[in-house]
Every structure is written in C-alpha cells, then in structure tokens.
C-alpha cells in the first residue's frame, strides 16, 4: 500500500488513501506536470500467479485500458495513464479526480432522492454507458459510491473496472472479489464465476440497483438474497411517490434472468422517459452454446463445490430459493430458484428469526396424497408435429444456459444441483413438504413441444418431478409424475393452486428407471406424454407463454436424488 507523500514515475504524489481492498487500493493524488488531482488506482498482481497466466493478463489489462484512454465523455472520468512498477509489481491506472459528492454519500445525507433528480442523473449515466458499450468498454462496477455528483448538476461514472491481475478460473479470485466487492449492486452471473455473462446486461442490473437505492433509500437486497427470499425484496413500486413508467423500469432493469433485463442502455434511458412503451420487448436470442472440454467441465465442477461452500460459511450470498408462491401484486419477477411449502396453513404470517413467511391457506397444493383412480391404458403416441424445429437442445454436457448449480440450506432442506457426466442431478434433503424448481436463460415460450429425460434415482417414491412451463409474473402450469404411477397437471394462480388434471394412475411410467416426460402445448390446448404415451389432453386458456423449467416437489419429508438430460424444445 502506498503511503502518502510517495511519487510515481517521478509525477504523481500520493495524497490519500480513497479506498483499499484485496485485489488493490484507490488514492488522491496531485499531478506535478498538469498541477491538479488525479485517482490513482492500484492494482495488486494474485500472489504467486504463474508468470506466463500474469503476462497474459497484463496484455488484456492493457488493452482495455488503451480503449478507454481513447473515450472522451461528460459523464465518465478519462484515464489519462497507465504504467507499470517492476518493483512492486503493481500496475497503476491514472484517471481524473471528479470534485463533488458521491451519490452514496448524498443518500446518506439526505435519505431518499426526489425522483426527477435521479431520473435526470440515470438520464447522463445511460448516456455514457451507451457511448462505453458502444465502443466495447464495460464498467463492470456501477454502484452509488461510482457515481459523482458534481457542483454543476451533472452526474459522472467514476470507478472502471478493467482486467483484474488475477486468474479468473483460480477460487481465490472470487473470493478475493467477493470480499472487495459490493454484491448489492452486483447482477447475479458476476458471482456464479460464469465470465462469458459479463456483459452490457450486467451494467444495466447494477445501475438498477443503484437508482433503487437512490429512490428508497434502502440497500438493495444481493441477487443471491432474491433469489433465496423473493417475497423480501420490496419492489420499488410498493413505495408509491414514484412513477409507474420509473418503477418499471428499475424493476425490468434488476430482473435475475438476463432476457428479460433492458438488453441496451439505450432502450432502458428511453423506458425511463416514457419513450417506448414497456410493452415493446426486444428480441432476445437465447444464450450461445459454450462447448467445453471434459478436463473444463471437471475444473469447473469442483469450482462450484468450492464456490458453494464459501457461500455458505463466507458470505451467505446464496441461499436455497425461495417460495413457489411469488406475490404478482407486488410486481415480483419470477426467480431461477424458487421453493414452495405444500402444507396448508391458517394464515400468512411472518417468522421473526427467519424472515420467512406462512403461505396462505389457499397456498395448500389441490390434493397432498391421490385418491386412487382408476389406472388409464395406453393411449395415443406423442410424437413432434410436422414442421416444427428443434429450437433449445441441452444435454448437460456444460452449463451454457445457466442452470441454477450449487449448495443452498434453508428452514426447508438443503439442495445441491451439479452437472456431471452429462447429467443434471438435484440431491435434495426435505424436512418438510416443499417443492423447488429452476429455469435456463431462454426466452420465453408460446407454442411448443418439450421432452426431458428425467430419472428417480434414490428416496421416497410420492416424490414428484416434472416440468414448469408458461412461468410469467408468478404463475405458471406444472405437469408431474411419480414412480407410485400417478401424475398431474396442475396450474399456479393468482396465489393459488388450480387442479386442471389431478393425481391420476397411468402404466406409463416407469418406476426407478428413466422416464421421458413431453408437453405440447398449441395456444389453449395441451397434450401431456410420458414415454411416447400421451396420458391427456386438456384445455386451459389462462397463461399464453413464459419461462420453461424444471421442478421436483415432497411430499413427505426425506431425501432423493434426481436426474435430468435431454432438455429439448421444438418450436414453430
């Protein structure tokens, strides 16, 4: 750490320290030459990082330092140096001293913002991140210590974030990251090591939260803690005093699943002046294929091992997800991780200790054990309609559509989800009646056919699986099956569980062994299939598309093992 008083390269005086944390340190300092102050970033190489893994970094470091040398905007900081010490082995970025008030510290000044100020603000910020994204410049830290206010009104970025002199595939830099880090701010792929979703999203999740934070006055929960906890995020819009057109597009802004976030800066600045309806989604391509080898998925999976137990003993930042049951009136987004009690309960209530909460008695699932009906023969084969092309395929030999991976403990259980060996596999520990899903990055869907290869390896047999699909705004449809025989098909609500098929015996399935699970659906009208086998076809008319996922749910407590391959969706 530099002490003050010292001189770099003969020009730059330290003045003070600004901020200090692993990975570097952040200082004032007085430019001798142009007789003014100056920021001084500092950043520290990974101890004992291999040379050639530290001289690759340094390049891209470089790199992206000389694009941002060249950007010249109101509302960003320029660098004007870099340089690097042999000595130390340090590497230091030299940017203007913005004067003025960080937007951190006028919130704690004066509590929550008027919202035409943090409108004008988020106005100059969008600016300057269309212009960096344009140019291929990402901020990568955008949160309210990062944004000064000047004297003049006007609101400027400060903060970039470059290459880090760290190996991003070494657990210690997410550590180290996670330590340095602000993960309020922070979208969730920054903190599932998945680097290649680092993008222009990822700012725009970060400027949510910050004008979140602007306009509440309150920290925004992690996406960890979102995602553990949904019914405790407190929407922006249940404040009131701000604007529907300002409330939905932070809202849309901080959405966990990156398609369905602003997919520009541009198109969010627009939403904040009212100048596109919020209506007018962008197309929104599903997210590319990764192909990795066998030796990068085996380092990968330990990371997540590794990842999972920092989070759980470190930092907490990722839970098991929260309920089933979101509350569509207070504008929640469905989650990718999301556990739902099944037990009936008396009323809502909230738990002191936990912060969890008591589903409504209407919470309760139609039937807990089925009546025993008669067992239906085999009927139609299902089969992919004519023309219809295979539009989402993942045999789970990478995680290139961000399935939820990793450890999470609550009230509920533990779940850990890995995949391995060409296989998605849920270890699940219930201690109470509980159901958990998750969904992929994929838009979402209309018309479809989708099959999943899906197996009971271990635990008790009324355990259900099956899939989620037209999941929008907290409701959604669930078709599931049991090695006891029975499946059903039941829709979530309004708050509520509708029973459109319930529990009902078919031969169909195939107890211990892997089953084949297919869903048509075409506008109203539903066909449900398992192992080639179409077990019904119904009519429902109440959700018109959405997400597309996978869901396992207890009834009895216990543990099981599950697992899936074979995702696949024709389309159209």
């Known amino acids: 750490m530099l002490t003050t008083g010292t001189l770099l390269q003969n020009r730059y005086r330290i003045e003070r320290l600004l901020e200090f944390g692993v990975m570097g340190a952040m200082y004032r300092a007085w430019d001798t030459q142009r007789n003014m ?11 004992d990082l291999d040379g050639a893994v530290l001289e690759r970094l340094r390049r891209e470091l470089e790199r992206e330092a000389q694009v941002l040398r060249t950007l010249r905007h109101p509302a960003m900081t320029t660098l004007h140096d870099f340089f690097h010490i042999e000595d130390s082995g340090n590497t230091y970025l030299i940017m203007d001293f913005v004067e003025g008030e960080s937007l951190a510290d006028c919130i704690t000044r004066v509590g929550p913002l008027p919202e035409a100020q943090v409108k004008a603000w988020a106005t100059q910020i969008l600016d300057a991140l ?48 996670r330590v340095m880090g602000t993960p309020e701010y922070a979208p969730p792929e920054r903190w599932g090591l998945q680097s290649w979703h680092i993008d222009a999203l990822s700012d725009i999740y970060s400027l949510g939260a910050t004008l979140y934070h602007a306009l509440t006055g309150k920290i925004p929960q992690t996406a960890g803690e979102r995602t553990s906890n949904p019914y405790q995020f407190a929407p922006v819009k249940e404040l009131g005093r701000v604007s529907a057109t300002t409330k939905n597009a932070i809202v849309r802004a901080m959405e966990l699943p990156r398609v369905k976030r602003f997919q520009s800066a541009a198109a969010m600045r627009a939403a904040l002046l009212d100048e596109t309806p919020l209506s007018a ?18 380092r990968n999976r330990a990371l997540l091992v590794l990842i999972g137990l920092v989070m759980l003993t470190v930092a907490g930042l990722l839970g098991v997800a929260g309920r089933m049951w979101l509350d569509a009136r207070d504008g929640k987004a469905p989650t990718p991780e999301t556990a739902v009690p099944m037990m009936t309960a008396t009323a809502s209530s909230t738990t002191p200790e936990t912060g969890a909460v008591s589903p409504p008695a209407s919470a309760a699932m139609p039937t807990q054990t089925p009546t025993p009906r008669p067992t239906l023969p085999p009927a139609a084969v299902s089969t992919i309609p004519s023309g219809w092309t295979l539009a989402f395929n993942d045999d789970f030999n990478d995680n290139a559509h961000a399935w939820v991976v990793g450890s999470y403990e609550n009230d509920w259980g533990t779940v850990t989800r890995v995949i391995t060996d060409g296989l998605y596999m849920w270890d699940i520990t219930a201690v109470r009646s509980v159901g958990r899903w998750c969904t992929p990055e994929v838009a979402p869907l209309s018309d479809f056919y989708l099959t999943v290869d899906a197996q009971r390896v271990s635990g008790p047999p009324d355990a259900s699986y099956g899939v989620v699909f037209r999941h929008n705004a907290g409701n959604y449809y669930l078709f599931s099956i049991r090695d006891d025989g029975f499946f059903n ?26 089953n084949q699970l297919a869903v048509l659906a075409k506008g109203t009208h539903f066909t449900l299939s398992v192992n080639g086998t179409t077990v019904a076809e119904v009519e429902d008319a109440q959700l018109a598309d959405g997400e597309i996922g996978l869901s396992v749910l207890f009834i009895t407590p216990g543990n099981a093992v599950f697992t899936f391959d074979r995702f696949q969706v024709y389309t159209p």
């Open 489 to 514: 098909f039941n829709l979530w609500y309004n708050f509520a569980w509708q029973a459109v098929i319930d529990w009902t015996g078919t031969l169909a399935i195939r107890p211990g062994d892997v």
């Open 130 to 177: 269309e212009f960096c994204h344009n140019h291929g410049v990402l901020h990568r830290d955008i949160k309210p210590q990062n944004i000064i206010l000047r004297p003049d009104g006007q609101a400027v970025l400060v903060g970039f974030e470059l290459a880090k002199l760290w190996d991003p595939n070494d657990p210690r830099s997410w550590a180290a990251t």
């Open 37 to 47: 102050p100056v920021t001084v970033k500092e950043l520290t190489p990974q101890p």
């Open 281 to 298: 989604i962008e197309e929104v391509q599903p997210a590319r294929l990764m192909i990795t080898s066998r030796g990068e998925r085996l």
